[in-house]
């Protein structure tokens, strides 16, 4: 198997940082296990090198401007939680249009950038998330996003786009 297709699994906080340099200590300290996609660090992508988390939540935020998301919040975690940097959430109208969304960011984001999601979770119930590890994207319909209230319960994180 090719290193850009592997996937390592690491338990040790040392051996990753030895592995690993570009990950932050305190995602690792506070107990999270590692599995780290190899692919996302493939050097024959149009955009190379390693990608600032900003970097990544920006470009999200450009691709669901693009397929008309509404309501985007781009709410930075960092000083907040270490599950996170940023958390990107919109709105959709119906479940098609939320299939777009996150068919258009999967796609582009993989396309551009040679990244893929660690998890992607719902689809068909009215909320769609898709997990880059430092950045999260959360679509959701209008009335599950009101019940949620994500940017309620983050409330001290700090909004970089509203």
């Known amino acids: 198997m090719p290193f850009s297709e592997s996937v390592l699994c690491v338990p040790?906080?040392?051996?990753?940082?030895?592995?690993?340099?570009?990950?932050?200590?305190?995602?690792?300290?506070?107990?999270?296990?590692?599995?780290?996609?190899?692919?996302?660090?493939?050097?024959?992508?149009?955009?190379?090198?390693?990608?600032?988390?900003?970097?990544?939540?920006?470009?999200?935020?450009?691709?669901?401007?693009?397929?008309?998301?509404?309501?985007?919040?781009l709410l930075d975690l960092r000083d907040v939680t270490g599950i996170a940097d940023y958390f990107v959430i919109c709105s959709s109208d119906n479940q098609r249009q939320l299939k777009a969304l996150a068919d258009r960011v999967y796609e582009n984001i993989k396309k551009d950038y040679g990244l893929f999601p660690r998890s992607q979770e719902g689809g068909r119930s009215g909320w769609t998330l898709l997990d880059y590890n430092d950045v999260v994207v959360h679509i959701f319909s209008e009335e599950l996003r009101s019940y949620y209230d994500l940017e309620g319960f983050w409330k001290d994180a700090k909004v970089l786009l509203r």
């Open 12 to 73: 040790g906080v040392l051996a990753v940082r030895l592995a690993f340099p570009h990950f932050r200590p305190s995602r690792l300290e506070a107990g999270y296990g590692l599995c780290y996609n190899a692919r996302n660090r493939s050097t024959d992508h149009p955009k190379e090198g390693l990608l600032e988390s900003i970097d990544l939540a920006r470009a999200i935020v450009t691709q669901l401007e693009d397929v008309k998301g509404e309501d985007i919040v």
